[in-house]
């Protein structure tokens, strides 16, 4: 479901979308926490996205 909102509504790539999916696996089940994780990815890179927002 996370992959499919990244790729479709956020624009994403899809390997990113599965690295942020893979990732969040076990941390989040909010969608909502991938899309915010996707969008700053680009800026900070994706385990500081998570880091960030889950700490």
Do not use: F, H, W, Y
Not at 3 to 11: H, Q
Not at 27 to 47: F, H, I, Y
């Amino acid at each position: 479901m996370v992959k499919g909102v990244l790729v479709r509504r956020e624009g994403a790539n899809p390997e990113l979308a599965e690295e942020i999916a893979q990732k969040l696996e076990g941390k989040s089940q909010d969608v909502r926490d991938a899309v915010r994780v996707a969008r700053l990815s680009p800026q900070l890179g994706t385990d500081k996205a998570i880091g960030l927002l889950l700490s």
